[in-house]
């Protein structure tokens, strides 16, 4: 019986054991001369304040004092002081995806920030969301109402529970484009250090298949990869005009016999691939020096290919650093003689010439990051805001 799971992890164990060989179809990583040189000189140690305000009134849950409070998030004292701390990074709002001119106001400060960073000789990142604000982007943006993602019952895919926040289908033109768009404006008008894209692991769920583009891509990667014969093999049948994503219950962790659902698996892995790839290669174009760096979690015992279309052997080909922000911090449990760690996270990470982000604030966890990071401790603060 064919198990994700199974061979995810023999894949996994086979190019930690290989050395340089990397698996037949993997793209090699950027050589290690390549990588950006400020961070494998210097390190990394940063903070978060990559929400715009905005959000933080949309969302609700501001304190009293909240212009205060952003006031002071970027002021030159709270650098100043930050930098006094060791902090050499901050990652700070650039495109959260309520429109680039409902952003304005936001990069301003994105503005101030970056220039209080230079002048601490610090580095500054960008970070760019990947879901849509429907309240404002859809006005600001001609036609951005058709990026969204849909479930079989033709309803927008949401962020949590966040209903003003529908998730993209990154295979539309338009929507890369607008990514595009703002990864330019932060590197020839900011000049940042590092691009960070959110929510990448969730960009590809499992019920994701519903518009007519992605299932028309769907159908010509069936029709373009098997022979009519191989898809009667395969399938049972040689037709794919009717195809449709299958709907399948979540059960990540099970066997998958369906073979249907094991090519809907391996279509939005690659499919997902390129969209990195094609990201990756736009910022090297713009400004080699820059750090890519994205969020598709670590391994923590879930089959990411199987829910979200996650596979960290094609995608850290194309970044040089990856963020963790599943639940597995640093702890030892001393009644049970257990001890809990990002090691396998690590592992992967340093075998793909990545540095790994987590949240990382005690003594256990900046040790862990300390031994087996590539100069990188992580975000030791995690947002200026809370």
Known sequence: MFSVKRLADLACLAMLLAGSTFPSGLAAMRPIEQKPEWWLRDGICFVGNWEPLAFHLRRGRVPHDWRTNWEWQHSKSTIDKLRSAGINMVITHFYKGLGLDHEQHALEYTRKIVDNLRANRMYAG????????????????????????????????????????????????????QIKQAVRLALEEYDLDLIHFDNFYTMFPLDAGYTEQIQQLFREYLRDKYTPQQRRERLGFETVSHIRPPRVANRPMEPVSDPLVQEWIVFRVEVLTEFIRELSEFIRTLSPRAAVEFNPHGIWGENSAYTNGMDHARLLAFSDIFWSEDPDHARYFEDEGRLVSKIRSYKLGRRFGNALFSYNRSPLELAEAMAFNRMCLGDVVWEMAT
């Open 126 to 177: 960008g970070y760019i969301g990947s879901t849509l604000f429907s309240e404002t982007l859809y006005a600001e943006v001609p036609g951005s109402s058709e990026w969204k993602q849909l479930d079989y019952r033709g309803e927008p895919i949401v962020y949590a529970d966040q209903y003003f926040r529908e998730r993209a289908d990154f295979t539309h033109t338009g929507y890369r484009e």
